[in-house]
């Protein structure tokens, strides 16, 4: 088993930054790929970035140029650096791993965070 745990999520004025992190314990070494989800009340879950072992990455098109996804394996943790926010990006944000990448970037990854809550207002 994999624990995922999320930090970093808060309240921003439109045109900030944040940064998620997300802590990995247990089987680690299993990990292929992370990434981060997220979901909007009343919208469906949606893939936000993605990043592989060998540092492959995805991301979706509206968050492009403004998030950058990273991980250090030293630490086993991921982490989510998102600027430019617009009130769009709110959103539960999850953090997912699992051993494979496209399963992952199909909505699928064998592991779930509690997710963290980010909302960008005025």
């Not at 060998?54 to 996804?69: E, L, P």
């Not at 250090?72 to 959103?91: F, I």
Request: charged fraction near 15%.
């Amino acid at each position: 088993q994999v624990q995922l745990v999320e930090s970093g999520g808060g309240l921003v004025q439109p045109g900030g930054s944040l940064r998620l992190s997300c802590a990995g314990s247990g089987r680690i070494s299993s990990i292929y790929a992370m990434g981060w989800y997220r979901q909007a009340p009343g919208k469906q879950r949606e893939l936000v970035a993605a990043i592989t072992g060998g540092g492959t990455t995805n991301y979706a098109d509206s968050v492009k140029g403004r998030f950058t996804i990273s991980r250090d394996g030293g630490k086993n943790t991921v982490y989510l650096q998102m600027n430019s926010l617009k009130p769009e990006d709110t959103a539960v944000y999850y953090c997912t791993a699992g051993e494979s990448r496209s399963l992952l970037l199909q909505g699928h990854p064998t592991y779930w965070g509690q997710g963290t809550q980010v909302t960008v207002s005025s």
